[in-house]
């Protein structure tokens, strides 16, 4: 059973409704299917799961750190074993592996990894996209996010905050198991299933009161849509429970229902477009091409979308397209030349 598909960029994800199974069933249904040995990597996954709502359920602010380190590991892990198993026969799970070197075998070649070093996220998402699997990526950039924040910003968060972090990790534990052929109620023990089920609920509530102040918005340009509705965060927490405050876009305000935390539509949307863009941020730095996103030279809000050309704060896009000598098409960053490239500027100024 597969969660309901996202109705538009607006929706959040239909919540996994399935009744949690008392012990007396997961009894005769053990009895009655033969329980087969897990890949190292799926045991490993969902003991780290399993651990993670244990710290949370302890109550005990100091646990919060590696609840959410076990989470974001056992989603990590179980994505890596999804590589494992799209990974082509003989080469030891190579898909998992950052380093692929070829090595032949029966007269092909094949490409097999070399060294340690396995894939992080960003190489996770880049190699599974391809071929096909389909996950909530933002829920999963959510949770690094909130667990980055954890040990690195925050040495408490709120209650909801860890909420939230339980129902991102539900979400996208159910969809992966199920892509891995597996029944999420079979692989989680019976209390970490109930415990991951009721602050998904709990979330949830929060959740849509938090949608449906950003629905009711109006005068929202088109290029922001998606990115206000499906990645808003707060700037604060990185928490998505970021509530508006009034209903006009370029007056919008914020408040954080997981942190209390006030924020401007600017602050919003640089977070929001932080997540958005990272993978193509990654892939443009790797590659050295231009940044995805620009500070505006308008309004100065690191919300400037190159391939859009336009501020999602602001609305103006570039004013000089092309350099007035040269022709070549001007970045953003080349806006302060008045019309001219950084070469041909230079030249100008040099002359002088």
């Not at 405050?245 to 942190?259: M, Q, S």
């Not at 400037?304 to 960053?333: I, K, P, T």
Request: with cysteine.
């Amino acid at each position: 059973m597969l969660l309901a598909p996202r109705q538009g960029a607006a929706s959040t994800a239909q919540w996994y409704a399935a009744p949690v199974r008392h012990s007396n069933h997961r009894e005769k249904r053990m009895a009655t299917r033969p329980q087969q040995p897990k890949d190292p990597l799926l045991a490993n996954a969902i003991e780290a799961i399993e651990n993670g709502i244990e710290d949370f359920t302890e109550g005990r602010p100091q646990r919060v750190s590696s609840a959410l380190r076990n989470l974001c590991a056992g989603v990590l892990l179980l994505l890596k074993e999804k590589l494992r198993q799209l990974s082509p026969p003989g080469t030891d799970g190579a898909l998992i592996f950052k380093k692929l070197v070829p090595k032949p075998v029966g007269g092909a070649v094949v490409f097999v990894g070399k060294g340690k070093s396995t894939v992080d996220l960003e190489d996770i998402r880049e190699r599974l996209e391809p071929l096909g699997f389909n996950v909530e990526w933002q829920r999963i950039f959510r949770l690094r996010d909130l667990r980055n924040d954890v040990e690195h910003h925050r040495s408490v968060h709120p209650h909801t905050t860890m909420q939230e972090a339980i129902a991102n990790t539900f979400v996208v534990v159910v969809r992966i198991l199920e892509q891995l052929g597996l029944e999420p109620a079979h692989e989680l023990s019976e209390k970490t299933w109930a415990e991951m089920l009721a602050q998904a609920e709990t979330f949830k509530a929060l959740e849509d009161e938090c949608r449906k102040s950003i629905d009711r918005v109006i005068g929202v340009p088109d290029e922001a849509q998606e990115t206000l509705r499906v990645w808003r965060c707060c700037p604060e927490c990185s928490s998505e429970l970021i509530q508006a405050i009034g209903t006009e876009y370029a007056d919008l305000a914020f408040v954080c229902r997981a942190c209390g935390a006030r924020s401007e539509l600017p602050g919003v949307l640089e977070k929001a477009l932080e997540g958005e863009y990272a993978g193509d941020a990654y892939e443009a730095a790797k590659d050295g091409d231009e940044p995805p996103l620009a500070v505006c030279p308008n309004c100065c809000s690191e919300t400037f979308v190159v391939a859009s050309d336009v501020c999602l704060v602001c609305g103006e896009g570039r004013s000089y397209e092309n350099c007035n000598l040269c022709g070549n098409s001007l970045s953003v960053e080349e806006q302060d030349f008045d019309g001219l490239c950084s070469y041909c500027h230079h030249r100008m100024t040099k002359d002088d």
